[in-house]
Protein backbone atom coordinates (compact mmCIF):
# COMPACT_ATOMS: atom_id res chain seq x y z
CA UNK A 1 0.00 0.00 0.00
CA UNK A 2 1.01 3.32 -1.18
CA UNK A 3 0.46 7.02 0.39
CA UNK A 4 1.47 10.20 -1.42
CA UNK A 5 2.24 12.93 0.79
CA UNK A 6 2.96 16.75 -0.92
CA UNK A 7 4.60 19.36 1.76
CA UNK A 8 4.77 22.47 0.42
CA UNK A 9 7.57 24.91 1.55
CA UNK A 10 7.69 28.00 -0.09
CA UNK A 11 7.91 27.96 -3.85
CA UNK A 12 9.52 24.08 -2.67
CA UNK A 13 7.40 21.47 -3.70
CA UNK A 14 8.61 18.31 -1.71
CA UNK A 15 6.79 14.66 -2.49
CA UNK A 16 7.81 12.00 0.04
CA UNK A 17 6.32 8.65 -1.02
CA UNK A 18 5.42 6.50 2.13
CA UNK A 19 5.17 2.61 1.96
CA UNK A 20 3.91 1.22 4.66
CA UNK A 21 4.57 -2.73 4.81
CA UNK A 22 4.23 -5.30 7.43
CA UNK A 23 7.64 -6.73 8.52
CA UNK A 24 7.48 -10.27 8.22
CA UNK A 25 10.96 -10.45 10.08
CA UNK A 26 10.70 -9.23 13.54
CA UNK A 27 13.52 -6.73 15.21
CA UNK A 28 14.62 -9.20 17.51
CA UNK A 29 15.08 -12.00 15.09
CA UNK A 30 16.63 -9.20 12.24
CA UNK A 31 19.14 -8.18 15.23
CA UNK A 32 20.57 -11.86 16.00
CA UNK A 33 20.75 -12.07 11.73
CA UNK A 34 22.45 -8.69 11.74
CA UNK A 35 24.86 -10.14 14.48
CA UNK A 36 25.23 -13.23 12.47
CA UNK A 37 26.42 -11.38 9.43
CA UNK A 38 29.15 -9.68 11.52
CA UNK A 39 30.33 -13.28 12.24
CA UNK A 40 29.90 -13.84 8.12
CA UNK A 41 31.86 -10.65 7.31
CA UNK A 42 34.94 -12.04 9.38
CA UNK A 43 34.71 -14.95 7.50
CA UNK A 44 34.09 -12.86 4.11
CA UNK A 45 37.46 -10.70 4.94
CA UNK A 46 39.47 -14.19 4.91
CA UNK A 47 37.68 -15.50 1.31
CA UNK A 48 38.63 -12.16 -0.02
CA UNK A 49 42.38 -12.02 0.80
CA UNK A 50 43.29 -15.63 0.11
CA UNK A 51 40.94 -16.81 -2.40
CA UNK A 52 43.14 -14.60 -5.43
CA UNK A 53 46.45 -15.89 -3.32
CA UNK A 54 44.77 -19.75 -4.47
CA UNK A 55 44.95 -20.09 -0.16
CA UNK A 56 43.02 -22.48 2.01
CA UNK A 57 40.23 -20.37 3.34
CA UNK A 58 39.50 -22.71 5.93
CA UNK A 59 43.54 -23.89 6.90
CA UNK A 60 45.76 -22.64 8.79
CA UNK A 61 43.56 -20.25 10.95
CA UNK A 62 43.53 -16.30 11.12
CA UNK A 63 47.41 -14.95 11.91
CA UNK A 64 48.59 -11.95 10.97
CA UNK A 65 50.12 -11.41 7.67
CA UNK A 66 53.16 -9.75 8.62
CA UNK A 67 54.48 -11.61 12.22
CA UNK A 68 52.43 -14.74 11.74
CA UNK A 69 50.42 -13.99 14.72
CA UNK A 70 47.55 -16.85 15.33
CA UNK A 71 44.61 -15.13 16.55
CA UNK A 72 43.19 -15.89 19.62
CA UNK A 73 39.60 -16.18 20.11
CA UNK A 74 38.86 -13.00 21.79
CA UNK A 75 41.23 -11.48 18.57
CA UNK A 76 38.74 -12.91 16.52
CA UNK A 77 35.55 -10.96 17.86
CA UNK A 78 33.91 -8.61 14.20
CA UNK A 79 34.69 -5.43 14.56
CA UNK A 80 35.10 -5.12 18.16
CA UNK A 81 38.61 -6.84 18.55
CA UNK A 82 39.49 -3.91 16.20
CA UNK A 83 38.67 -2.11 18.25
CA UNK A 84 39.55 -3.19 21.87
CA UNK A 85 42.93 -3.55 19.74
CA UNK A 86 43.26 0.20 18.43
CA UNK A 87 43.53 -1.07 15.21
CA UNK A 88 46.94 -3.46 15.27
CA UNK A 89 48.37 -6.75 15.37
CA UNK A 90 48.25 -7.28 19.42
CA UNK A 91 51.72 -8.82 18.62
CA UNK A 92 54.21 -7.54 16.32
CA UNK A 93 52.04 -4.19 16.97
CA UNK A 94 51.38 -3.53 12.79
CA UNK A 95 48.82 -1.62 11.59
CA UNK A 96 45.82 -3.37 10.22
CA UNK A 97 43.88 -2.32 7.48
CA UNK A 98 40.43 -0.97 8.55
CA UNK A 99 39.07 -2.77 5.71
CA UNK A 100 38.15 -5.57 7.84
CA UNK A 101 36.27 -4.23 10.59
CA UNK A 102 34.21 -2.27 7.90
CA UNK A 103 33.48 -5.20 5.58
CA UNK A 104 32.36 -6.96 9.08
CA UNK A 105 29.83 -4.13 9.95
CA UNK A 106 28.84 -3.69 6.36
CA UNK A 107 27.82 -7.09 5.93
CA UNK A 108 26.40 -6.92 9.14
CA UNK A 109 24.27 -4.19 8.56
CA UNK A 110 23.48 -5.45 5.02
CA UNK A 111 22.49 -8.64 7.03
CA UNK A 112 19.90 -6.94 9.35
CA UNK A 113 18.66 -4.97 6.83
CA UNK A 114 17.81 -7.25 4.35
CA UNK A 115 15.73 -9.38 7.30
CA UNK A 116 13.85 -6.24 8.84
CA UNK A 117 12.66 -5.03 5.31
CA UNK A 118 11.68 -8.46 4.11
CA UNK A 119 8.24 -8.70 3.11
CA UNK A 120 7.84 -12.13 1.57
CA UNK A 121 7.95 -14.05 4.74
CA UNK A 122 10.08 -16.81 3.17
CA UNK A 123 12.90 -17.65 4.57
CA UNK A 124 14.43 -19.57 1.95
CA UNK A 125 14.19 -16.31 -0.37
CA UNK A 126 15.63 -14.34 3.01
CA UNK A 127 18.93 -16.89 2.80
CA UNK A 128 19.29 -16.35 -1.53
CA UNK A 129 18.72 -12.44 -0.46
CA UNK A 130 21.59 -13.10 1.99
CA UNK A 131 24.21 -15.02 -0.36
CA UNK A 132 23.64 -12.30 -3.05
CA UNK A 133 24.46 -9.17 -0.54
CA UNK A 134 27.63 -11.07 0.79
CA UNK A 135 28.82 -12.48 -2.45
CA UNK A 136 28.94 -8.51 -3.45
CA UNK A 137 31.09 -7.69 -1.04
CA UNK A 138 33.40 -10.39 -2.06
CA UNK A 139 33.20 -9.34 -5.53
CA UNK A 140 33.73 -5.77 -4.63
CA UNK A 141 36.70 -6.44 -2.38
CA UNK A 142 38.36 -9.21 -4.98
CA UNK A 143 38.33 -6.23 -7.75
CA UNK A 144 39.43 -3.76 -5.52
CA UNK A 145 42.84 -5.80 -4.95
CA UNK A 146 43.00 -7.44 -8.01
CA UNK A 147 40.96 -6.19 -11.17
CA UNK A 148 39.22 -9.44 -11.33
CA UNK A 149 35.87 -10.46 -11.22
CA UNK A 150 36.23 -14.50 -10.51
CA UNK A 151 33.71 -16.74 -12.54
CA UNK A 152 33.49 -18.81 -9.56
CA UNK A 153 31.73 -16.13 -7.94
CA UNK A 154 29.80 -14.40 -10.50
CA UNK A 155 28.56 -17.23 -12.34
CA UNK A 156 27.05 -18.98 -9.53
CA UNK A 157 25.58 -15.32 -8.68
CA UNK A 158 23.94 -15.25 -11.73
CA UNK A 159 22.03 -19.21 -11.44
CA UNK A 160 21.19 -18.69 -7.97
CA UNK A 161 19.36 -15.65 -9.29
CA UNK A 162 17.51 -17.52 -12.14
CA UNK A 163 16.86 -20.07 -10.35
CA UNK A 164 15.50 -18.36 -7.09
CA UNK A 165 13.54 -16.37 -9.78
CA UNK A 166 11.28 -19.37 -11.01
CA UNK A 167 11.10 -21.32 -7.75
CA UNK A 168 10.95 -18.53 -5.14
CA UNK A 169 8.11 -15.74 -4.17
CA UNK A 170 8.83 -11.97 -4.42
CA UNK A 171 10.14 -10.04 -7.02
CA UNK A 172 11.45 -10.48 -10.04
CA UNK A 173 9.77 -13.17 -11.18
CA UNK A 174 11.31 -16.03 -13.17
CA UNK A 175 10.80 -14.81 -16.33
CA UNK A 176 11.49 -11.11 -16.32
CA UNK A 177 15.24 -12.35 -14.19
CA UNK A 178 15.85 -14.57 -17.55
CA UNK A 179 14.33 -11.38 -19.68
CA UNK A 180 17.05 -8.74 -17.57
CA UNK A 181 19.91 -11.01 -17.43
CA UNK A 182 19.62 -11.23 -20.99
CA UNK A 183 18.51 -7.97 -21.92
CA UNK A 184 21.76 -6.20 -19.83
CA UNK A 185 24.17 -8.58 -20.18
CA UNK A 186 23.65 -9.04 -23.33
CA UNK A 187 24.40 -5.69 -24.25
CA UNK A 188 27.39 -4.71 -22.09
CA UNK A 189 28.87 -8.44 -23.70
CA UNK A 190 28.16 -6.17 -26.47
CA UNK A 191 29.80 -3.44 -25.22
CA UNK A 192 33.10 -5.30 -24.20
CA UNK A 193 33.24 -6.75 -27.37
CA UNK A 194 33.43 -2.88 -29.40
CA UNK A 195 35.10 -1.51 -26.22
CA UNK A 196 37.24 -4.27 -24.61
CA UNK A 197 39.57 -1.75 -22.77
CA UNK A 198 36.59 0.21 -21.02
CA UNK A 199 35.13 -3.04 -19.52
CA UNK A 200 36.15 -6.56 -18.54
CA UNK A 201 34.09 -9.69 -19.13
CA UNK A 202 33.71 -10.33 -15.26
CA UNK A 203 31.72 -7.27 -15.23
CA UNK A 204 29.49 -7.95 -17.94
CA UNK A 205 28.86 -11.52 -16.17
CA UNK A 206 28.65 -9.44 -12.88
CA UNK A 207 25.92 -7.49 -14.56
CA UNK A 208 24.04 -10.38 -15.99
CA UNK A 209 23.67 -11.60 -11.92
CA UNK A 210 22.64 -8.38 -11.23
CA UNK A 211 19.58 -8.48 -13.80
CA UNK A 212 18.51 -11.79 -12.62
CA UNK A 213 18.49 -10.82 -9.27
CA UNK A 214 16.61 -7.18 -9.24
CA UNK A 215 14.97 -7.70 -12.87
CA UNK A 216 13.73 -4.46 -14.54
CA UNK A 217 13.91 -1.73 -13.99
CA UNK A 218 15.79 -2.01 -10.86
CA UNK A 219 18.91 -2.80 -12.21
CA UNK A 220 19.00 0.15 -14.92
CA UNK A 221 18.59 1.76 -11.16
CA UNK A 222 21.32 -0.15 -9.81
CA UNK A 223 23.73 0.70 -13.45
CA UNK A 224 22.81 4.03 -12.86
CA UNK A 225 23.83 4.52 -9.74
CA UNK A 226 27.43 2.83 -10.54
CA UNK A 227 28.18 5.03 -13.33
CA UNK A 228 27.04 7.67 -11.64
CA UNK A 229 29.33 6.93 -8.35
CA UNK A 230 32.29 5.98 -11.03
CA UNK A 231 32.28 9.18 -12.46
CA UNK A 232 32.18 11.31 -9.35
CA UNK A 233 34.71 9.11 -7.28
CA UNK A 234 36.58 8.20 -10.53
CA UNK A 235 37.12 11.59 -11.88
CA UNK A 236 37.80 13.30 -8.52
CA UNK A 237 40.50 10.56 -8.02
CA UNK A 238 41.63 11.52 -11.12
CA UNK A 239 41.86 15.47 -10.53
CA UNK A 240 42.95 14.82 -7.27
CA UNK A 241 45.98 12.77 -8.69
CA UNK A 242 48.53 12.21 -5.79
CA UNK A 243 51.26 10.16 -5.77
CA UNK A 244 49.88 6.43 -4.56
CA UNK A 245 46.74 6.88 -6.33
CA UNK A 246 45.63 4.14 -8.63
CA UNK A 247 45.22 5.24 -12.33
CA UNK A 248 42.78 2.49 -12.66
CA UNK A 249 39.75 2.00 -10.42
CA UNK A 250 37.56 -1.06 -11.41
CA UNK A 251 34.39 -0.80 -12.00
CA UNK A 252 32.93 -3.71 -9.81
CA UNK A 253 32.91 -2.11 -6.58
CA UNK A 254 30.59 0.83 -7.93
CA UNK A 255 28.64 -2.15 -9.63
CA UNK A 256 28.05 -3.76 -5.76
CA UNK A 257 27.27 -0.07 -4.60
CA UNK A 258 24.36 0.41 -7.18
CA UNK A 259 23.11 -3.17 -6.40
CA UNK A 260 23.18 -2.74 -2.78
CA UNK A 261 20.96 0.72 -2.95
CA UNK A 262 18.77 -0.83 -5.66
CA UNK A 263 17.98 -3.85 -4.03
CA UNK A 264 16.79 -1.63 -0.32
CA UNK A 265 15.89 1.20 -1.92
CA UNK A 266 14.85 0.00 -5.65
CA UNK A 267 11.02 -0.06 -5.03
CA UNK A 268 10.73 3.31 -3.39
CA UNK A 269 13.03 5.31 -6.16
CA UNK A 270 11.55 4.10 -9.00
CA UNK A 271 8.54 4.64 -7.62
CA UNK A 272 9.47 8.54 -6.88
CA UNK A 273 10.90 8.93 -10.24
CA UNK A 274 7.72 7.49 -11.87
CA UNK A 275 5.56 9.69 -10.48
CA UNK A 276 7.48 12.93 -11.23
CA UNK A 277 6.11 12.15 -14.40
ZN1 LIG B 1 51.60 -9.30 13.74
Known sequence: MMRNLRLCFGPLQIKLILIERTNSVGLELSLFIGAFGLIIGSFLNVVIYRMPRGESVAYPGSHCPTCGHMLR????????????????????????????????????????????????????QLGVNLVFLSVLLVLAGIDWDTYRLPDIFTLPLLGIGLVAGFLLPGDPSGWVSLGSALGV???????????PKGMGLGDVKLIAALGAFLGFPKVLLA?????????????????LKQKGFREQIPFGPYLVLGAWIAFFWGDALVTYYLSTF
Open 223 to 239: LFIASLAGSIIGGSMLL
Open 73 to 124: AWELIPVLSYLILGGRCAKCREKISIRYPLFELTNGLLYFFAAWQDTTGSFL
Open 185 to 195: GGFFWLIALVY
